[in-house]
């Protein structure tokens, strides 16, 4: 959490990987790996999705901005352990029931056309496909509307230190994969 002043008020803004929803860190990811925009343009989008309001910046000073500049940082941005289960809405997911995550070809050929489909929105699906209801069909868990609606579910209700193990796993899986069959 990064607390701030701006023309002497207290402000809290979410920074930690562990208070970041998934669709946040969606944008941000976004943001912070694009290269078309000035830095000050840049910092103004990552505040604006981390709480910073229009009103704010009417008023903020530059020297408020870049000190504020100065106490935001992705460097910290890690996660290693793999959520075996989540509960959301009272019904529990499961992301792999033996002791180890182990990602299907099924999943990885999902996740691989999600991607594809939008390089910058797809990570609420990613959790879709990995997390599974065990209670539904197998074949649910592969229709589109259902990954789809799960994937905005996840989107609102889950941090995103709990989707990073995944794609820092998957996404190296799959550039792999690509490498030896492209």
Known sequence: MIKIVINGKEKSMNNAINEITVAEFEQLCVILNGDDEDV???????????????????II???????????FTDEDWEAKEFKKTIVINEVEYTAYTGDEFKLSVRDLAKIEKYIKQDKTKYMGELLAIVYKDLNLDRSVHYED???????????????????LPYVNLILKDIVTKLKVNG
């Open 145 to 163: 509307a259902h990954i789809k609606a799960k994937a905005e579910l996840f989107r609102k209700h889950t941090t995103a230190d709990l989707i």
């Open 40 to 58: 000050f343009d840049r910092y103004l989008k990552v505040f604006g999705v981390l709480g910073l309001t229009d009103e704010d910046i009417d």
């Open 61 to 71: 000073t530059p020297e408020e901005f870049i000190a504020l500049t100065k106490t």
